[in-house]
């Protein structure tokens, strides 16, 4: 089955600067990958979906890039703020339903 | 606000007893997803309804179940609760069915029901 593997350091950055969390899956490409926050004790909320033949879609301060051959998503947050801390999953389908990885922190310092 | 609502918000019990956690889903949505998310863990998901009827299962334990209702509201029980089943269950909702080629459909978190099992 698909793994989903998020690097589950805590990235720390300073207000300002660009945070860039990696997705990286270990199976065949989905046809679509999905970027959800994660704030603690509350539900994850959807931000941008990507599919396999995009290679990039932007939302904002969100850029999101999907490299089916590295089978790697990347999402970018510009000109980051405090307020942008929080949990980021990515998310890919599996037969009828969404699996998730496990995340990777974000802490934006000012 | 999602517009899914999860009951009861926080529940306290002891091990060995049964638990029903409730979920209503976003108008409209037809299919109803249950998590599990332990500290620091990840969201693991347990398993899916669509329009009343099971469509895919995780990891979840014989001890557990969940059923959609007519009115598309879903309830997870829990049963025989163990220390190691507390938790955040978070319930989710979409129009139709996620998957690799029939829908792009994002999925709407409810605000979760904390499950403390002492």
């Known amino acids: 089955s698909q793994k989903i593997e998020q690097n589950s350091e805590a990235l720390n950055i300073q207000e300002g600067k660009t945070a860039t969390l990696t997705c990286n899956y270990t199976?065949?490409?989905?046809?679509?990958l999905q970027w959800y926050r994660q704030d603690p004790g509350r539900g994850p909320v959807f931000l941008l979906l990507i599919r396999e033949n995009e290679k990039e879609k932007r939302k904002e301060r969100l850029k999101v890039t999907f490299d089916t051959t590295l089978k790697q998503s990347l999402f970018h947050i510009t000109a980051s703020q405090p307020a942008d801390s929080a949990t980021y999953l990515c998310?890919?389908?599996?037969?009828?339903?969404?699996?998730f990885g496990t995340g990777t922190r974000l802490q934006v310092f000012p | 606000d999602s517009g899914v609502t999860q009951t009861p918000k926080h529940l306290i019990t002891a091990t060995g007893q049964r638990v029903t956690l409730r979920c209503s889903p976003r108008s409209g949505d037809l299919s109803v997803y249950w998590y599990q998310q332990s500290l620091d863990q990840g969201l693991q998901f347990l398993i899916q309804?669509?329009?009343?009827?099971?469509?895919a299962k995780g990891n979840i334990l014989e001890r557990f179940s969940a059923q959609q209702f007519p009115d598309l509201h879903s309830e997870l029980n829990l049963s025989s609760l163990e220390l190691g089943d507390s938790a955040l269950y978070f319930c989710a909702s979409s129009p139709r069915i996620a998957g690799p080629s029939t829908s792009t459909d994002t999925q709407y978190f409810g605000p979760g029901t904390r499950l403390t099992v002492l």
């Open positions: 199976n065949y490409s989905p046809a679509y």
């Open positions: 998310a890919l389908p599996e037969t009828d339903k969404l699996i």
């Open positions: 309804y669509y329009n009343g009827e099971e469509r």
